[in-house]
């Protein structure tokens, strides 16, 4: 039987999921999109705490743009405010989603923004 859209990202999510894990010193990249939003948050898996996120419903965010710009955006404050809390390196995780589109701006923006991964 066929699995659904919705099942395999499940599966390809929980295959990533055991190998990243995040710290406090190297916190965890999470990256979730919706049809219209994008959100991204630094978990620290150990504690089980989020130590920051962003998404493009942010106030401090003006969703100008189609949809990889605001990706772009969103991965840029990201950026600011892991730096800003005092972490520079992180883990990816692209939860399920392939590496393309919004996915990779997001990603490429917070590395422009001075995260490592």
Known sequence: MALTKQERRYRIKLRIRKIVSG??????????RSNKQIYAQLVDDVSGKTLAAV???SKDIE????KTEVAAIVGKTIAEKA???G???VVFDRNG???HGRVKQLADAARK???KF
């Open 23 to 32: 710290t406090a010193e190297k916190p965890r990249l999470s990256v979730f």
């Open 83 to 85: 730096i800003a809390a």
């Open 87 to 89: 972490i520079s390196n």
């Open 113 to 115: 923004g001075g995260l």
């Open 63 to 66: 969703a100008k743009g189609n």
């Open 97 to 99: 989603y392939l590496y």
């Open 55 to 57: 998404s493009s419903l």
